[in-house]
């Protein structure tokens, strides 16, 4: 299926955000997504479906000092 991540047009074989996240090698406690203009809570990864041509926006969070 086509997804629109963070502005780039890629093509992915998955069915969750989960699954999205596991195929982009991110841990899913480092990261904040946002599908269609709404964010993903991190306990709904497993349980979001994706469609064709949905919008992500994934940001990794990095801690620094």
């Known amino acids: ?3 629109i991540i963070n502005g ?10 989960s699954n999205l996240l596991n ?5 899913k406690d480092i990261v904040a997504v946002e599908l269609n203009k709404n964010i993903v809570h991190r306990e709904n990864f497993d349980d979001t479906k994706l469609r064709d041509n949905d919008k992500l ?9």
Not at 23 to 27: D, G, I, W
Not at 57 to 65: F, L
Request: proline share 0%.
């Open 1 to 3: 299926m086509k997804l």
């Open 8 to 17: 780039e047009e890629k093509d992915f074989d998955c069915e969750t955000v």
């Open 23 to 27: 195929n982009l090698k991110l841990k």
């Open 57 to 65: 926006e994934i940001v990794t969070v990095v801690g620094g000092g």
